[in-house]
């Protein structure tokens, strides 16, 4: 069987259980007793340099849910279930895991009110592995593990990622049992959601995606001296190129080098040595090399295949190697804002944007082939730039981003990465910035994104910073600031967020999502509702002539199908927006006859279903939702709404 990884595993799984390999003695449920799970590492995904190995652990896994007894690793009822992936639920976006055998023990139970599950497998270390450091680590964790080998406990991860050192209790060579208990926790207790614009509400903490959503590997390494994290930077300005890097049990006294060889392909496109370092020259742990270099080869949208392979190696000072690090894909590619102006590789670049589901689907969109097939559509009708849709970056929020991104780099399609939003954190403490969360969590996101040339910027702050007037179109020139002091006290939190991003990745600018004046862009939900189409075509005359940043209507809709009714977001005195219960009183021949005339009081039969309905929720005393209507708003049979939508789009858009 060749070696299987992630990508392949996601892929294979849909058709056969038996794909990849666990435990020759444990047998799944009577009802699937045709398959046999055996653990094998020798047929698991590897990645190798001359220092460091590491094997994925990704799989079938024994697994089941941890009800009463949390405090003791079960030894009976047993099932299998896939790694990575969310727990089952009865409803939401992970009601069917892909690969999942319960044990039929559990034929009852609620998936909903599983907060805590057992993971287990068995694990082999490499006997090469001698006198390295051993490690198990897993990134997309939701959001809490204890984890245990032969019983024991050795250590804990939290979310979003971590690593657990086992070289105490792990012999290479030997079998051992890994356990995980992992549960679902949410940020806090109670937590803030942006779902709706400018209108942050309380709600209960849950998690909605639950357990290990990312990849899990067995690791070795170096004991001593090692890479621990590499950022790289590229200019087209310039023409240079930066290693910044994290290095991990450098002694105080060494002095080291940082050697870089740079492929394209099977070639060797450049080599770099940085000059010699001590311990005292790191800043947080960190130390950074730049070096010119005017690459071939430019990674742009129309030449995503301009990607190149860093192997970045650790030194002592008589030249001997002390770590090699697992190699980096980047491309040489440079983003900058000037003016009103966005460039890339200093050629002026129109965006035009879409936000990007795939990591918030299930387990099979969020894969590469799934990604491109998506990007590829929006390309089709001139998307170039995404935003990921995830509004916030607590536990649940979303899947692992890894094929995601990786699909973006190669589709040539820009991206907006999302950070975690400042809402989620308490910030007055003294030292909030250091100790509230916010830079560890922030570091996890800004590593997963740094070194693919797709994305662009990082959003945040998303939907918490609108105000009344960020649609005037005098006032989205980028100089007018709004006075209301509720948005001034929580710009001042956007602001401290936004400075710990930049510090982590000052090479990409930081944009608050819908929120006005506000950072590097002028961003807003551009909802006109009925405006005429010249004066939406006026719209940003002063912008273009006075205004001094890019201006992003993160969402457009003018108008949009909630618009053909006469609610406006306001009723009885309280503000609810989409999600209103509310007599909304569908509209449509109304609203059209002002561009259709007259034709567009002929009725077609689906209005007729929906004015019924409607007439007997008013005789009823009702008041209904959007969606309750036999025909929604946003529903195709009602070829005048799309009429009137495609002048709009054709004279505006």
């Known amino acids: 069987m060749s070696r299987v990884n992630r990508r392949r595993f996601l892929k294979n799984s849909l058709g056969s259980a038996a794909c990849v390999a666990f435990h020759p003695s444990a047998v799944l449920p009577a009802s699937n007793s045709a398959y046999t799970v055996v653990w094998d590492l020798d047929k698991a995904h590897r990645e190798s340099t001359p220092t460091r190995d590491r094997v994925c652990l990704n799989g079938l896994w024994r697994w089941q849910p941890a009800m009463d007894r949390a405090d003791r690793t079960p030894s009976a009822n047993w099932g299998y279930f896939r790694v990575p992936d969310c727990w089952p639920a009865e409803n939401g976006p992970d009601k069917d895991p892909l690969i999942f ?38 990134a997309y964790l939701n959001s809490y593990a204890a984890v245990s080998i032969d019983g024991a406990q050795v250590g804990e991860i939290r979310f979003p990622a971590g ?21 679902a926790l949410p940020l806090k207790a109670v937590m803030m959601s942006f779902a709706e614009s400018a209108g942050a509400q309380q709600v209960a903490g849950g998690v909605e995606r639950r357990g290990l959503c990312g990849d899990v590997y067995l690791e070795g390494m170096p004991s001593g001296p090692r890479v621990a994290d590499i950022k790289v930077e590229t200019s087209v300005r310039n023409w240079q190129i930066t290693f910044d890097c994290a290095l991990d049990a450098l002694d105080s006294g060494a002095h080291c080098v940082l050697r870089g060889q740079i492929n394209d392909g099977e070639r060797q496109a450049a080599e770099f040595t940085s000059p010699p370092f001590a311990h005292r020259e790191m800043v947080n742990g960190r130390i950074r090399s730049t070096h010119a270099w005017h690459p071939e080869k430019l990674w742009d949208t129309h030449t995503p295949g301009n990607q190149y392979s860093l192997s970045l190696s650790l030194l002592d000072s008589a030249g001997k190697v002390l770590d090699t690090a697992l190699p980096v894909r980047f491309g040489f590619r440079e983003f900058w804002i000037d003016g009103k102006d966005f460039y890339l590789n200093g050629t002026r670049i129109y965006l035009a944007a879409f936000p990007l589901d795939n990591a918030q689907q299930s387990a099979l969109m969020a894969s590469y082939e799934a990604t491109r097939a998506t990007l590829q559509l929006y390309k089709s009708f001139g998307i170039n730039f995404v935003y990921t849709h995830n509004y916030g970056c607590e536990p649940g929020t979303h899947r692992a981003f890894d094929e995601v991104l990786r699909a973006a780099d190669d589709g040539g399609v820009l991206v907006a990465f999302s950070q975690p939003h400042f809402g989620q954190y308490d910030w007055a403490p003294p030292l909030a910035d250091v100790i509230n969360g916010y830079l560890q969590h922030a570091r996890f996101y800004v590593e997963v994104a740094q070194n693919h040339p797709a994305v662009i910027c990082y959003s945040t702050s998303h939907n918490a910073l609108g105000y009344a007037e960020n649609m005037r179109p005098d006032m989205i020139d980028g100089i007018a600031v709004p006075q209301d002091s509720r948005w001034v006290l929580l710009a001042r939190r956007a602001q401290r967020a936004e400075a710990i991003i930049r510090r982590l990745d000052p ?8 929120a006005g004046n506000m950072g590097s862009i002028f961003s807003m939900n551009f909802y006109a509702n009925w405006a005429p189409m010249q004066e939406v075509s006026d719209w940003f005359d002063h912008w273009a002539a006075e205004g001094v940043k890019p201006v992003f209507t993160c969402e457009y809709a003018t108008p949009m199908q909630w618009d053909w009714s006469m609610y406006r977001g306001w009723y009885k005195g309280k503000e609810a927006w989409g999600e209103a219960e509310a007599p909304w009183e569908f509209c449509g021949a109304e609203w059209n006859a002002q561009l259709l005339g007259s034709p567009a009081y002929r009725i077609t039969d689906a209005e007729k279903e929906n004015l019924r309905w409607e007439a007997e929720q008013f005789r009823q005393g009702r008041t209904w939702r959007r969606w309750d209507y036999p025909h929604t708003y946003s529903s195709e049979v009602f070829d005048d709404i799309m009429r009137v939508l495609a002048q709009h789009t054709a004279e505006n858009y």
């Open 163 to 183: 690593q657990v050192d086992v070289t105490a209790v792990c012999r290479p060579g030997e079998k051992h049992l890994l356990t995980l208990l992992v549960v």
């Open 101 to 138: 055998y319960p044990h039929p023990q559990w034929e009852k139970q609620n998936w909903d009110r599983v907060t805590a599950a057992w993971y287990q497998r068995e694990i082999t270390v490499p006997p090469e592995w001698k006198g390295r450091r051993i490690a198990i680590s897993t």
């Open 507 to 514: 090479s990409r600018f930081v944009y608050h999502h819908q």
